[in-house]
């Protein structure tokens, strides 16, 4: 049974990596035509490195595609930084401080299927004085914190 702490561990990896939040594109209409995603972006910002962009589309009816400022007033998919059209679903981490453009390629972002999103660092030096309702509960540092002691303390056992 020794390897037991060593699978624990390794199922709380994922946990205390995945801290970010995520955030379903276009909420409950996701990633379709005729959503607005800068009402979305406008109702869901800021948004920080860490979160996670999920797509949801209609299967082939739709792909996400990463693109530069450009190619994003555009709605040029021609020189994608990614792309992904697989399956319903893609989720995209926002892993870098800066702005991330997606649009679709299936010629429905001349029609607002495009999304730019800003990603913040992670911890701002001062929190924002006024009111802000979609601050993150600063509880999800702390467990993670927790887990990381406990997985510490899991392998500390070991040695
Ligand atoms: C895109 O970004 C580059 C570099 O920041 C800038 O020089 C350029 O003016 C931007 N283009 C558009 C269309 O925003
Ligand atoms: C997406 O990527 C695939 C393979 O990486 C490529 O064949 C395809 O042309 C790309 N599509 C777009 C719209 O860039
Ligand atoms: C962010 O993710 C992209 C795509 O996986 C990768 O190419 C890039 O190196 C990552 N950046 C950092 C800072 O990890
Ligand atoms: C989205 O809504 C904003 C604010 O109502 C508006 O200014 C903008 O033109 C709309 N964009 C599209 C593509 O309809």
Redesign the pocket.
Known sequence: MAAAPVILSVLLLPLLLASGDRYTVGDEKGWNPGV?Y??WVDKHRPFHIGDWLVFYYQSGMADVVQVDNESFVKCDASHPISNYSKGRSYAFELNETKRYYFICSYGYCYQ?MRVSVLAHPLSPPSPPPSGDKSASPPAVPTVSAAILAASGAILRLLF
């Open positions: 607005n800068t009402v607002g």
